[in-house]
């Protein structure tokens, strides 16, 4: 990426939501790449700095590694702010280093094979003379050339709907960062572009709690999506606008869409609810009409103790037996 500090700056923040959990990692890579990686997959990131033989030190963004079903993956990652036409060199001196990690050796009596992980490139900011493809055409006198190419994530195209589903929910948090091309216009934020990006965090943390809510990412995956798109806005206010009001903003904002101890509960209460209606079943289909008074017993039980009752209840044989099991238990 570029070497001024936001760019700098970003580069860290977009690694961070690829080193999340493995669920939404392994769902951003299938959407990336059209591939089908099962959750029982497994991950690994790879070395992503190189020392040449001029002793100079290069550094990739992302290198990661899945094993799935016996077969290996390996994905290559860049993130660009900005349209650099020097990418697609970078990104084949990389691979060529990554490549050379894994050379076999063992037998020189036959061509080597270097395999490059499979490369993309996401574009973040809106530039239309990015192409679908980078290309890099490698020619060798008296020998067929070597096209080099790596498909272009044009990440400005996405909302966060788009984005939810296309299962790439650790992306979300950068919404935000789509409108520094419009206050780089400007130079500064006036009210107009202030409530644009209000708005568009506001839609990006319902997003996040939704996919929360249905158990796409984790409780701490979400806790870290927040601290991420919070960067982002601190960075744009403190650059071009002069609003400080922005922390209590979207900390009140995000508190009212999103609290991990309510979540949990949510979740912890939808559980105990689920284990009732099954046993309050279980007993209708056993002893026919359930009293009113075992089911008032049965609405105070704790969600352990739901579970464990349910265990015993095709132990259980009459009625009487059934309220002297619950009486242990409540």
């Known amino acids: 990426m570029n070497t001024e500090p936001t760019v700098i700056k970003m580069d860290e923040l977009i690694k961070r939501l690829f080193h999340l959990s493995k669920k939404p ?85 036959k061509p080597l094979e270097m395999e490059f992980p499979d490369p993309r490139v996401i574009f973040i900011e809106e530039n239309e003379k990015i192409p679908d493809v980078l290309q890099l055409r490698i020619k060798i006198p008296n020998q067929e050339a070597l096209l080099y190419q790596v498909p272009a994530f044009k990440y400005w195209l996405y909302d966060a709907r788009q984005l939810y589903a296309q299962k790439m929910y650790l992306l979300l948090p950068l919404q935000v960062f789509k409108i520094r091309k419009y206050l780089k216009a400007k130079g500064k934020m006036d009210e107009e572009i202030y409530q644009n990006l209000l708005e568009t965090a506001e839609e990006v943390v319902k997003t996040i709690t939704l996919a929360l809510a249905e158990e796409k990412i984790t409780t701490e995956d979400a806790g870290e999506m927040h601290a991420i798109m919070i960067n982002v806005m601190e960075y744009l206010y403190s650059k071009y606008g002069d609003y400080n009001r922005i ?14 101890g309510l979540v949990e509960k949510g979740r912890q209460e939808g559980r105990q609810e689920g284990s009732r209606l099954i046993l309050l079943k279980q007993i209708k289909k056993r002893f026919g009409a359930v009293s009113r008074d075992i089911e008032e017993k049965i609405n105070a039980l704790e969600l352990a103790q739901l579970e464990a009752l349910a265990e015993k209840i095709l132990e259980v044989t009459t009625e009487e037996e059934l309220q002297r099991v619950i009486m242990v238990r409540h």
Request: charged share 30%.
């Open 25 to 109: 990692l392994l769902n951003v890579l299938n959407a990336l790449y059209d591939d089908n990686l099962a959750e029982t997959a497994r991950v690994s990131y790879g070395s992503t700095e190189f020392i040449r033989d001029d002793l100079v030190k290069s550094t990739a963004d992302m290198f990661i590694e899945v094993s799935s079903d016996k077969t290996t993956y390996r994905y290559h990652i860049e993130f660009q702010t900005t349209y650099d036409k020097n990418i697609i060199i970078r990104m084949f001196r990389y691979g060529f280093e990554k490549a050379k990690e894994l050379l076999d050796l063992s037998d020189l009596t």
């Open 247 to 260: 922390d209590q903003e979207v900390k009140n904002m995000i508190k009212t869409f999103y609290d991990p």
